[in-house]
DNA sequence: ATTTGTAATGTAAACGTTTACATTTATCAA
DNA sequence: TTGATAAATGTAAACGTTTACATTACAAAT
C-alpha cells in the first residue's frame, strides 16, 4: 500500500465536503438538491425516495427543501441550494413559469422538473399523463352511471391540475354530458382543503352523486368530511381520487384512485439528472410515466 | 445608502454558501442536519415539518437523510453531514449505542436526539413517553375484558420498542395478566412487516384478541391483513396503533390509537438545537412529551 | 483649520480542498 | 549498472468567503 494511501486509512481522514465543493470544478461534489410542494402528500415522499434511492447508489447525498405550497419558500430553497453549488437540482414548480427555476436553466445547472413542466423554457421533465389518468378516472364514473360528478382541485396555477381539469373535462364530452363550472373546485391541495371543500359539496342543492378528489391529501380531507356527516360511500356517494396508496385498501371503504408511479418518477428523475449533468448540452428530454386504474369500493353503479 | 451595499443590491449578490461555511468559525451558516429513519412513516413526516417550521423561520436551511432503518446509510449521513460542516444535527438513533452519534457529541458538535435517546452518553433528548402510551392502550384493552393480546413490535434494538414492551407488561401485571412471550413479535417497522406479523397472528391456533401495534407503518399493514382475510374489526379482533394519523378516522373502522405529538417534537428538537448551537456547553436536557389516547372505533369489549 | 471619533473601505491571511505542474522514487528491460 | 518509463509525492495557486487589522473618509466639536 502506498504511504499516502495509509496514512489516509490511520488517521481515519475524511475529506471536507465543502472545501471539495469550493474548489471543485469539474463535478465530483456529489450533491443533488430536491425541492417538493409537501412533504405531507405521500405521493412526494415516495418521489422522494426514489430519488435517495438512485443518488445512495451513486454516492451523492441529498439536500431536501420543502415549501409546501409557498412561492416564498420555494425561491428561498432555489437560491440556498444554488448557492450551495449543488451538482444539480430536482423541482416539481409551483406553477409553469416558475422563474427561478428558469433562471437556473438558463445558468446552465443542471435541472430536472418532476410532477410538473415549465412552460417558456426547455427542459427535462419526469410527469405522468395527468389528462389521460384523471380521463380514465371519470370515465369509469361516467360508465357506471354518473353525470353529476364534482372536481375537487388543487390551484389551477400548478399544471398538474390544468391537465386533470381537461382529462376530466374530455371524458364528459366523450359521454355528451355538459361540462358544468359550479362542480369544479379548486383551492389549496392539502388536507383541509379536501375536508372543506367535500363539506361544501355535501350541502349542495343538486348533490353530486360522485366525487373526483385531485390528489391523495385532498382525497383523505374528503372522506373525513363524508364520514362525519354519516353519508354512506358508495351507496350514498361516490369518490375517487389521484394518487394510491399501500393503505388504500384499509380505508373505509376500501379506495377507487388513479396510481402514479412515484418511486419511479423519483428515480428516473435522479437517474437523467445524472445524464445531465454528465452531458449538460444533450437534448432535453421529456418522460411521460403512465397512471393505473386502481378500482375498489368507493365507486358503485347510480341505480 | 452606502457604496457598497448599493452594490450588493445592484448585483444582487448572493454569498456563496459553501465558501461561507469553509472559513466560518464563528458559526453562522445556517445549516441543520436532519437524520430520520423513515421517511415512510407520516410520524416522521410530522417530525421534519416541525423542524423545518422553526429552521425557515430562523433562516436556517435543513438538510434531511433518510436511512430507512439501515445502519449503514445512517453511518453515511452522519459522516457526510459532519463533513459538510454543519452547525447541529437532529437525529433519531439507529439504537441505543450508537457510535456514529457518540463521537459527534464528544467533538462537541451540537447534538439532539428525537424519538429515542443514547445510554452510554449524556445528549439533548426530545421523546414521548412510551412507556406510558403502550401502557395506556394496553390499559383500555384490558379494561374492556381483553386478556390475549398480541404486540406486533419493531426491532428491540430500537430503544422506543423497549419502552413500548415495558408498558405492554406493566399493564399487564396490574390487571394479574400473565405475560406471554409469544405474543410479541419483534420485526422491522414497516408496511409489510405489519401485514406478515399480522397474517401470523390470525393463523394462531388461539387467536388473540387484541393486537396493539407498534407503529403507524405496522399498524396499516396488519389492517390489509385483517382485511383481506375479511375479519371484522372490532366484532372478531380489536386493534390500537401507536402514532395517529389525520386520516384514522377514515380508516376501516375508524382506528383507535396513540397520538404523539411529531410536530411538536420536531419544533422542539430544533429549538434546542438552537440552544445547543449558542451555548455549547450547558447542561444537556431531557425533554419527554405526552402522548394521547385516542379511542373510536377498532376497539370493542370482548362480550 | 484642526482635532477627534466613528463609519466606511481596503488589505492580507486563512479555511481545506483541487488543479496543474514539477520533482522524486520505484520498476523493469537492456 | 544504466536509461527509460511510470508511479508516487511535492508545490503553489485558486475557489469565495471571514477574520482581524490598517487605512481612509466624513462628520461634528474645538
Request: hydrophobic share 40%; charged share 25%.
Amino acid at each position: 500500500m502506498l504511504k499516502v494511501q495509509a496514512s489516509i486509512a490511520a488517521l481515519e481522514y475524511k475529506p471536507n465536503r465543502v472545501a471539495q465543493r469550493l474548489r471543485s470544478t469539474t463535478k465530483k461534489t456529489k450533491l443533488l438538491g430536491l425541492v417538493i410542494p409537501d412533504i405531507q402528500n405521500p405521493f412526494f415522499v415516495d418521489v422522494v425516495r426514489g430519488v435517495e434511492d438512485y443518488a445512495y447508489q451513486n454516492n451523492f447525498a441529498v439536500m431536501i427543501g420543502n415549501f409546501g405550497q409557498d412561492e416564498k419558500k420555494e425561491k428561498l430553497y432555489l437560491d440556498i441550494l444554488q448557492s450551495e453549488n449543488i451538482d444539480g437540482l430536482i423541482v416539481a414548480p409551483i406553477h409553469g413559469k416558475d422563474k427561478g427555476i428558469e433562471n437556473l436553466v438558463k445558468k446552465n445547472i443542471p435541472v430536472v422538473c418532476i410532477d410538473r413542466g415549465l412552460t417558456e423554457i426547455d427542459v427535462d421533465v419526469v410527469k405522468v399523463d395527468n389528462e389521460q389518468g384523471a380521463f380514465n378516472a371519470i370515465d369509469h364514473l361516467l360508465s357506471i352511471g354518473h353525470k353529476k360528478i364534482a372536481f375537487i382541485s388543487g390551484n389551477f396555477r400548478i399544471p398538474t391540475y390544468i391537465e386533470r381539469l381537461a382529462g376530466y373535462k374530455r371524458a364528459l364530452s366523450e359521454y355528451g354530458v355538459p361540462f358544468d363550472e359550479n362542480l369544479v373546485f379548486a383551492r389549496d391541495t392539502d388536507y383541509k382543503s379536501g375536508f372543506e371543500i367535500a363539506n361544501k359539496i355535501l350541502e349542495l342543492e343538486d348533490r353530486p352523486t360522485a366525487i373526483f378528489s385531485g390528489n391523495n391529501l385532498l382525497t383523505l380531507g374528503a372522506l373525513e368530511a363524508i364520514h362525519s356527516k354519516h353519508i354512506r360511500i358508495p351507496e350514498e356517494i361516490s369518490i375517487i381520487g389521484f394518487d394510491d396508496m399501500p393503505w388504500s385498501i384499509s380505508l373505509n371503504p376500501p379506495l377507487s384512485a388513479v396510481r402514479q408511479p412515484g418511486f419511479d418518477m423519483g428515480r428516473k428523475a435522479a437517474e437523467m439528472l445524472y445524464e445531465r449533468i454528465l452531458n449538460p448540452h444533450s437534448k432535453k428530454e421529456k418522460v411521460i410515466l403512465k397512471t393505473e386504474l386502481m378500482l375498489r369500493k368507493s365507486t358503485a353503479p347510480l341505480e
